[in-house]
């Protein structure tokens, strides 16, 4: 093999050791921001359970309220088994969406102050 050869393969093997040696670099930050996006996703349900719990336990549940926290709890779900796939933009705008509208058209309804208190 000549010289130019060997410097060819010697150059294409050090361009696939730095190509790994990055890959490997980048992994991390996309572990720890898989450990982030699951602890939001917990802190998520946790607030939409505890939501509908409290309001079960002080006899005030409403169904409009209810139904967004269950919309919620149901993308969450759905991200968690892996349903998503690449629609999860989609899922996401229309679960944050179907949320926050209920909870306008309950205040809108109801007001901003609760009666029962």
Same mark, same amino acid.
Do not use: C
């Given at each position: 093999?000549? #010289?130019?050869?060997?410097? &060819? =393969? ?18 991390? %930050? ?11 996703? #917990? ?8 939501? &509908? ?9 409403? %169904? @409009?309220?209810?139904?967004? *926290?269950? #919309? &919620?709890? !149901?993308? @969450?779900?759905?991200? !968690?088994?892996?349903? !998503?796939?690449?629609? *999860?933009?989609?899922?996401? @705008?229309?679960? =944050? ?5 209920? *909870? &306008? =058209? ?7 102050? *609760? %009666?029962?208190?």
């Amino acid at each position: 093999m000549t #010289i130019l050869g060997k410097a &060819i =393969i010697n150059t294409f093997l050090r361009k696939i050791r730095i190509r790994k040696q990055e890959n490997e670099e980048r992994s991390l %930050p996309l572990k720890t921001q898989n450990i982030f996006q699951k602890g939001v996703g #917990i802190v998520l349900l946790l607030v939409q359970l505890f939501d &509908i719990v409290i309001h079960a336990a002080t006899d005030q549940l409403e %169904p @409009l309220r209810v139904t967004s *926290n269950l #919309i &919620i709890i !149901a993308w @969450l779900a759905t991200i !968690a088994f892996g349903r !998503a796939d690449g629609k *999860n933009v989609t899922a996401a @705008l229309i679960s =944050i969406g179907g949320y926050f509208g209920l *909870n &306008i =058209i309950f205040l809108a309804l109801e007001g901003l102050t *609760n %009666p029962n208190t």
